[in-house]
């Protein structure tokens, strides 16, 4: 089916270090888009990807759009205290007005 | 702001009970998503409204789940005969282009 599997689930990082989640899937893909979830809130859009092999930075975020339409990965450098949340990839079957299929989430957690 | 807002933004209801969820997008905004996040789980899609198009329903669980979209603008999310299995975050998104959509914070649901 449509599913994304997001990995890992969660991860326990020492404050500065490097992060680094993906998502894969068996089915094409057009639009990868990355969003971050902080407790008691809706989804806040990180990063969106629209071609393959589309590289994409946002601060110390950086994410790909997989040449085989099927993965993404999202990367952080540095990592600081704010950015403790939970991460969801999110892909697009068709590109436009069309619903998103989620991943499971990572859940990313830092020790200051 | 200028963001989507959603209300109530926490409801109890008894089982049996019908509950309404509000959404407020942005304006100009054409396209309206309502997806369900149940405890630690990903985003699941619901339905979606684009324009004066049919709204895309594929998403809806079962027939106790209904939505609408008065006037182009806001949405009521409505679930009939509630069940304990109901309970979860109802989030909102809308969107311009389509690819790109903005989340409101969420309606918790809770079944008793």
């Known amino acids: 089916g449509q599913q994304l599997n997001q990995s890992p689930q969660s991860m326990f990082i020492q404050e500065g270090e490097d992060v680094s989640m993906n998502c894969t899937s068996s089915?094409?893909?057009?639009?990868w888009l990355w969003y971050k979830q902080d407790p008691g809130e809706g989804p806040v859009l990180l990063i969106a990807?629209?071609?393959?092999?589309e590289l994409t930075s946002n601060g110390r975020l950086t994410a790909q759009f997989g040449i085989t339409r099927k993965d993404s990965f999202l990367n952080i450098s540095a990592s600081i205290p704010s950015d403790v949340g939970i991460y969801f990839c999110a892909g697009q079957l068709v590109q436009g007005a069309q619903k998103l299929v989620f991943g499971q989430g990572t859940r990313l957690t830092i020790n200051p | 702001g200028a963001g989507v807002s959603q209300s109530p933004s926490n409801k109890v209801t008894e089982k049996g009970k019908d509950v309404e969820l509000r959404c407020d997008p942005i304006s100009g905004h054409t396209a309206l998503y309502w997806y369900r996040q149940s405890l630690g789980q990903g985003l699941e899609f619901l339905i979606y409204f684009q324009g004066n198009s049919a709204p895309d329903k594929s998403g809806l669980p079962s027939d106790r789940f209904s939505a609408e979209r008065t006037g182009g603008s806001v949405s009521t999310l409505t679930i009939q005969r509630t069940q304990q299995e109901d309970s979860a975050v109802y989030l909102c998104a809308s969107s311009s282009s389509g690819s790109e959509q903005f989340f409101g914070p969420g309606t918790r649901l809770t079944v008793l």
């Open positions: 089915s094409i893909f057009n639009t």
């Open positions: 990807l629209y071609k393959a092999g």
